[in-house]
Protein backbone atom coordinates (compact mmCIF):
# COMPACT_ATOMS: atom_id res chain seq x y z
CA UNK A 1 0.00 0.00 0.00
CA UNK A 2 1.91 3.28 -1.34
CA UNK A 3 2.37 6.55 -3.28
CA UNK A 4 5.04 4.84 -6.07
CA UNK A 5 3.87 1.67 -8.40
CA UNK A 6 7.12 -0.18 -8.04
CA UNK A 7 9.15 -1.46 -11.12
CA UNK A 8 10.16 -4.88 -10.86
CA UNK A 9 10.72 -6.52 -7.39
CA UNK A 10 12.13 -10.28 -7.36
CA UNK A 11 10.34 -13.12 -7.19
CA UNK A 12 9.89 -15.84 -4.38
CA UNK A 13 13.20 -17.18 -4.20
CA UNK A 14 15.34 -14.22 -5.28
CA UNK A 15 16.22 -10.79 -4.40
CA UNK A 16 13.34 -9.43 -2.45
CA UNK A 17 12.74 -5.90 -0.89
CA UNK A 18 11.73 -6.97 1.98
CA UNK A 19 14.29 -9.33 4.88
CA UNK A 20 13.14 -11.21 7.44
CA UNK A 21 13.48 -9.51 11.25
CA UNK A 22 16.49 -10.83 12.89
CA UNK A 23 16.59 -13.26 15.94
CA UNK A 24 18.35 -11.79 18.26
CA UNK A 25 20.32 -8.49 19.29
CA UNK A 26 23.15 -7.92 21.39
CA UNK A 27 22.06 -5.60 23.96
CA UNK A 28 23.08 -4.71 27.26
CA UNK A 29 20.40 -7.03 29.52
CA UNK A 30 20.86 -5.01 32.96
CA UNK A 31 20.24 -1.83 30.71
CA UNK A 32 16.99 -3.81 29.36
CA UNK A 33 16.33 -4.56 32.55
CA UNK A 34 16.22 -1.12 33.99
CA UNK A 35 14.53 0.52 30.94
CA UNK A 36 12.13 -2.11 31.15
CA UNK A 37 10.89 -0.93 34.66
CA UNK A 38 11.20 2.64 33.65
CA UNK A 39 8.73 2.12 30.55
CA UNK A 40 6.09 1.07 33.09
CA UNK A 41 6.56 3.57 36.05
CA UNK A 42 4.04 6.00 36.09
CA UNK A 43 5.95 8.26 38.13
CA UNK A 44 8.19 9.41 34.74
CA UNK A 45 4.57 11.72 34.21
CA UNK A 46 4.09 14.82 36.13
CA UNK A 47 1.51 13.33 38.74
CA UNK A 48 2.37 10.17 38.29
CA UNK A 49 -0.22 10.49 35.91
CA UNK A 50 0.97 7.71 33.07
CA UNK A 51 3.48 5.30 31.86
CA UNK A 52 4.90 4.71 28.83
CA UNK A 53 3.16 1.54 28.74
CA UNK A 54 -0.29 3.16 29.48
CA UNK A 55 -0.43 4.13 25.63
CA UNK A 56 1.87 1.24 24.57
CA UNK A 57 0.73 -1.71 26.05
CA UNK A 58 2.97 -5.10 25.52
CA UNK A 59 0.42 -7.59 26.34
CA UNK A 60 -1.25 -6.92 22.89
CA UNK A 61 -0.01 -5.07 19.88
CA UNK A 62 2.40 -2.34 21.21
CA UNK A 63 0.02 0.47 21.10
CA UNK A 64 -3.62 0.57 22.80
CA UNK A 65 -6.24 -0.23 20.21
CA UNK A 66 -8.09 3.66 21.04
CA UNK A 67 -8.39 5.64 17.63
CA UNK A 68 -6.61 8.47 19.69
CA UNK A 69 -4.98 8.12 22.98
CA UNK A 70 -5.70 9.83 26.23
CA UNK A 71 -3.01 12.35 27.14
CA UNK A 72 -2.31 12.89 30.85
CA UNK A 73 -4.63 16.03 30.94
CA UNK A 74 -7.47 13.08 30.27
CA UNK A 75 -8.23 14.62 27.00
CA UNK A 76 -7.76 12.61 23.58
CA UNK A 77 -4.04 13.31 21.48
CA UNK A 78 -3.96 14.60 18.18
CA UNK A 79 -2.76 11.22 16.76
CA UNK A 80 -3.57 7.20 17.05
CA UNK A 81 -0.85 6.28 18.96
CA UNK A 82 1.89 3.99 16.62
CA UNK A 83 2.81 0.40 18.13
CA UNK A 84 6.38 0.77 20.08
CA UNK A 85 7.31 -2.96 18.51
CA UNK A 86 10.28 -2.75 15.74
CA UNK A 87 10.24 0.64 16.76
CA UNK A 88 14.30 0.24 16.43
CA UNK A 89 13.74 -0.66 12.87
CA UNK A 90 12.43 3.21 11.79
CA UNK A 91 14.84 5.24 10.21
CA UNK A 92 12.09 7.86 11.12
CA UNK A 93 9.56 8.10 14.25
CA UNK A 94 6.63 9.82 15.22
CA UNK A 95 3.82 10.14 12.88
CA UNK A 96 5.31 13.40 11.53
CA UNK A 97 8.80 11.34 11.00
CA UNK A 98 10.32 14.18 12.97
CA UNK A 99 13.43 12.36 15.11
CA UNK A 100 15.98 10.59 14.10
CA UNK A 101 16.60 8.89 17.40
CA UNK A 102 14.38 6.79 20.21
CA UNK A 103 16.60 9.16 23.03
CA UNK A 104 15.04 12.25 21.08
CA UNK A 105 11.80 10.88 20.92
CA UNK A 106 11.24 9.68 24.17
CA UNK A 107 12.53 13.33 25.75
CA UNK A 108 9.69 14.45 23.59
CA UNK A 109 7.36 12.73 25.04
CA UNK A 110 8.20 12.66 28.54
CA UNK A 111 8.83 16.52 28.73
CA UNK A 112 5.41 16.86 26.11
CA UNK A 113 2.80 18.75 28.37
CA UNK A 114 0.06 16.93 26.41
CA UNK A 115 1.49 13.10 26.95
CA UNK A 116 3.87 13.08 30.02
CA UNK A 117 4.24 16.54 30.93
CA UNK A 118 7.31 15.93 33.01
CA UNK A 119 10.32 18.01 33.95
CA UNK A 120 13.92 16.58 34.38
CA UNK A 121 14.17 18.03 37.83
CA UNK A 122 10.91 16.84 39.08
CA UNK A 123 11.23 13.58 37.32
CA UNK A 124 15.22 12.36 38.44
CA UNK A 125 13.86 13.68 42.22
CA UNK A 126 11.63 10.50 42.42
CA UNK A 127 14.43 7.84 40.60
CA UNK A 128 17.08 9.33 43.19
CA UNK A 129 14.35 8.94 45.95
CA UNK A 130 13.64 5.26 45.27
CA UNK A 131 16.70 2.81 46.93
CA UNK A 132 16.40 0.33 44.28
CA UNK A 133 16.68 2.93 41.42
CA UNK A 134 19.63 4.24 42.54
CA UNK A 135 21.09 1.22 43.05
CA UNK A 136 20.14 0.06 39.50
CA UNK A 137 21.65 3.29 38.18
CA UNK A 138 24.74 3.12 40.21
CA UNK A 139 25.79 -0.07 39.41
CA UNK A 140 25.05 0.06 35.72
CA UNK A 141 26.29 3.91 34.96
CA UNK A 142 28.14 4.25 38.35
CA UNK A 143 26.46 7.27 39.46
CA UNK A 144 22.38 8.26 40.42
CA UNK A 145 20.01 8.89 37.79
CA UNK A 146 20.66 11.25 35.19
CA UNK A 147 18.60 12.04 32.11
CA UNK A 148 21.06 10.79 29.56
CA UNK A 149 21.26 7.79 31.61
CA UNK A 150 17.19 7.64 31.69
CA UNK A 151 16.93 8.17 28.11
CA UNK A 152 19.83 5.65 27.17
CA UNK A 153 18.12 2.93 29.53
CA UNK A 154 14.47 3.40 27.91
CA UNK A 155 15.96 3.44 24.52
CA UNK A 156 18.10 0.70 25.07
CA UNK A 157 14.77 -1.60 26.00
CA UNK A 158 12.89 -0.11 23.14
CA UNK A 159 15.59 -1.94 20.99
CA UNK A 160 14.56 -5.26 22.65
CA UNK A 161 11.07 -4.81 21.35
CA UNK A 162 11.58 -6.69 18.19
CA UNK A 163 8.66 -9.53 16.98
CA UNK A 164 10.44 -11.99 15.03
CA UNK A 165 9.49 -15.27 13.73
CA UNK A 166 6.76 -14.24 11.56
CA UNK A 167 4.98 -16.80 9.33
CA UNK A 168 6.35 -14.30 6.39
CA UNK A 169 9.60 -14.18 7.88
CA UNK A 170 10.12 -18.41 7.85
CA UNK A 171 8.91 -18.07 4.37
CA UNK A 172 11.59 -15.43 3.61
CA UNK A 173 13.61 -18.31 5.25
CA UNK A 174 13.06 -19.96 2.95
CA UNK A 175 10.56 -22.61 4.85
CA UNK A 176 8.50 -24.18 2.61
CA UNK A 177 4.55 -24.12 3.68
CA UNK A 178 5.02 -21.30 6.35
CA UNK A 179 2.09 -19.34 4.46
CA UNK A 180 -0.85 -20.70 2.31
CA UNK A 181 -0.94 -20.47 -1.53
CA UNK A 182 -3.76 -17.88 -1.14
CA UNK A 183 -0.94 -15.71 1.21
CA UNK A 184 1.34 -16.07 -1.27
CA UNK A 185 -1.00 -14.38 -4.01
CA UNK A 186 -1.52 -11.76 -1.75
CA UNK A 187 2.33 -11.03 -1.52
CA UNK A 188 2.37 -10.72 -5.71
CA UNK A 189 -0.56 -8.58 -5.51
CA UNK A 190 1.18 -6.45 -2.67
CA UNK A 191 4.31 -5.88 -5.14
CA UNK A 192 2.76 -5.38 -8.34
CA UNK A 193 0.39 -2.63 -7.25
CA UNK A 194 3.64 -1.08 -6.09
CA UNK A 195 2.43 -1.13 -1.99
CA UNK A 196 6.32 -2.10 -1.74
CA UNK A 197 7.89 0.85 -3.07
CA UNK A 198 7.43 2.29 0.24
CA UNK A 199 6.48 -0.32 2.47
CA UNK A 200 9.75 -2.69 1.95
CA UNK A 201 12.91 -3.26 4.10
CA UNK A 202 12.69 -5.33 7.47
CA UNK A 203 10.23 -3.45 9.11
CA UNK A 204 7.58 -2.92 5.82
CA UNK A 205 7.71 0.65 6.39
CA UNK A 206 9.29 3.06 8.84
CA UNK A 207 12.11 4.80 6.62
CA UNK A 208 11.14 6.94 5.07
CA UNK A 209 7.81 9.82 4.69
CA UNK A 210 5.53 10.47 1.65
CA UNK A 211 2.36 12.79 0.99
CA UNK A 212 -1.06 10.89 1.67
CA UNK A 213 -3.74 11.31 -0.37
CA UNK A 214 -2.43 11.69 -3.70
CA UNK A 215 -5.07 10.80 -5.98
CA UNK A 216 -8.26 10.89 -3.01
CA UNK A 217 -7.91 11.80 0.54
CA UNK A 218 -10.77 10.16 2.64
CA UNK A 219 -10.10 12.87 5.52
CA UNK A 220 -10.59 16.05 3.49
CA UNK A 221 -12.73 14.92 0.09
CA UNK A 222 -11.60 17.17 -2.64
CA UNK A 223 -13.55 20.45 -3.01
CA UNK A 224 -13.40 20.41 0.43
CA UNK A 225 -12.46 24.34 2.05
CA UNK A 226 -9.08 24.83 3.51
CA UNK A 227 -6.42 21.72 3.97
CA UNK A 228 -8.26 20.50 7.38
CA UNK A 229 -7.12 19.88 10.70
CA UNK A 230 -5.58 16.35 10.33
CA UNK A 231 -3.16 17.92 7.12
CA UNK A 232 -2.26 20.86 9.06
CA UNK A 233 -1.32 18.82 12.07
CA UNK A 234 0.77 16.92 10.49
CA UNK A 235 2.73 19.84 8.90
CA UNK A 236 2.69 23.23 10.81
CA UNK A 237 1.15 24.16 7.20
CA UNK A 238 -1.39 23.46 4.42
CA UNK A 239 -1.08 21.32 1.80
CA UNK A 240 1.84 19.55 2.57
CA UNK A 241 0.26 16.17 4.12
CA UNK A 242 3.71 14.71 4.93
CA UNK A 243 2.93 11.71 7.14
CA UNK A 244 6.12 8.62 8.14
CA UNK A 245 5.27 5.43 6.37
CA UNK A 246 4.46 3.30 8.89
CA UNK A 247 5.59 0.02 9.56
CA UNK A 248 3.08 -3.18 8.93
CA UNK A 249 4.90 -5.33 10.56
CA UNK A 250 1.89 -7.17 13.33
CA UNK A 251 -0.59 -4.62 11.29
CA UNK A 252 -3.38 -7.33 11.70
CA UNK A 253 -2.88 -6.76 15.62
CA UNK A 254 -2.68 -2.99 15.67
CA UNK A 255 -5.86 -1.25 14.47
CA UNK A 256 -7.17 1.12 14.68
CA UNK A 257 -5.40 2.01 11.28
CA UNK A 258 -3.58 5.68 9.98
CA UNK A 259 -2.85 8.64 11.84
CA UNK A 260 -6.31 9.53 12.73
CA UNK A 261 -7.36 6.24 13.68
CA UNK A 262 -10.29 6.30 10.64
CA UNK A 263 -11.23 2.44 10.48
CA UNK A 264 -10.63 -0.58 12.75
CA UNK A 265 -10.98 -2.59 9.27
CA UNK A 266 -7.69 -3.91 7.62
CA UNK A 267 -9.56 -4.50 4.13
CA UNK A 268 -11.34 -1.06 4.22
CA UNK A 269 -7.63 0.35 5.19
CA UNK A 270 -6.22 -1.35 1.96
CA UNK A 271 -8.62 -0.22 0.12
CA UNK A 272 -8.17 3.06 1.29
CA UNK A 273 -4.31 2.81 0.21
CA UNK A 274 -5.36 2.01 -3.43
CA UNK A 275 -7.81 4.37 -3.88
CA UNK A 276 -5.38 7.38 -2.20
CA UNK A 277 -1.89 6.51 -3.31
CA UNK A 278 -2.21 4.24 -6.48
CA UNK A 279 -5.45 5.94 -7.89
CA UNK A 280 -7.00 2.60 -8.49
CA UNK A 281 -10.24 0.48 -7.32
CA UNK A 282 -8.61 -2.69 -6.26
CA UNK A 283 -11.46 -5.50 -6.28
CA UNK A 284 -12.77 -7.36 -3.34
CA UNK A 285 -10.94 -10.64 -4.06
CA UNK A 286 -7.56 -8.62 -4.13
CA UNK A 287 -8.36 -6.64 -1.35
CA UNK A 288 -9.10 -10.32 0.85
CA UNK A 289 -5.91 -12.16 -0.20
CA UNK A 290 -3.45 -9.04 0.18
CA UNK A 291 -4.99 -8.84 4.06
CA UNK A 292 -4.51 -12.74 4.07
CA UNK A 293 -0.45 -11.64 3.48
CA UNK A 294 -1.11 -8.89 5.96
CA UNK A 295 -1.69 -11.42 8.12
CA UNK A 296 1.33 -13.25 8.36
CA UNK A 297 3.62 -10.37 9.74
CA UNK A 298 2.06 -10.89 12.99
CA UNK A 299 5.56 -11.74 15.17
CA UNK A 300 6.39 -13.26 18.35
CA UNK A 301 7.11 -11.21 21.27
CA UNK A 302 9.04 -13.38 24.45
CA UNK A 303 7.89 -16.50 22.62
CA UNK A 304 4.31 -15.95 22.09
CA UNK A 305 2.49 -14.33 19.02
CA UNK A 306 1.13 -10.95 19.33
CA UNK A 307 -2.45 -10.39 20.23
CA UNK A 308 -4.82 -7.65 19.33
CA UNK A 309 -5.74 -5.26 22.52
CA UNK A 310 -9.13 -6.39 21.99
CA UNK A 311 -7.92 -10.43 22.05
CA UNK A 312 -5.48 -9.57 25.08
CA UNK A 313 -8.34 -8.08 26.61
CA UNK A 314 -10.19 -11.22 27.11
Not at 139 to 157: E, K, N, Q
Request: hydrophobic share 35%; with cysteine.
Amino acid sequence: MCLIAAAVFGEPGGGEPVTPIQLSEHLDAAKVALGRKLFHDPRLSRGDAVACSTCHQLQSGGADGRVRSLGSDGRPLDFNTPTVFNVSGNARLNWKGNFRTLEEQNESVLRNTRIMNANWDELLSKLRNDSDYLKDFSVIYGRSPARAHVLDALATFERSLVTPNSRFDRRLRGERGAISPEEEQGYQLFKSYGCVACHQGANFGGNLSQPFGIFDDPFNPRGAAGAGPDRIAATGAEGGQLYRVPSLRNVAVTAPYFHNGYTSSLAEAVEIMGRSQLGRELSRDDVQLIVQFLNTLTGEYEGRPLASSDSAAK
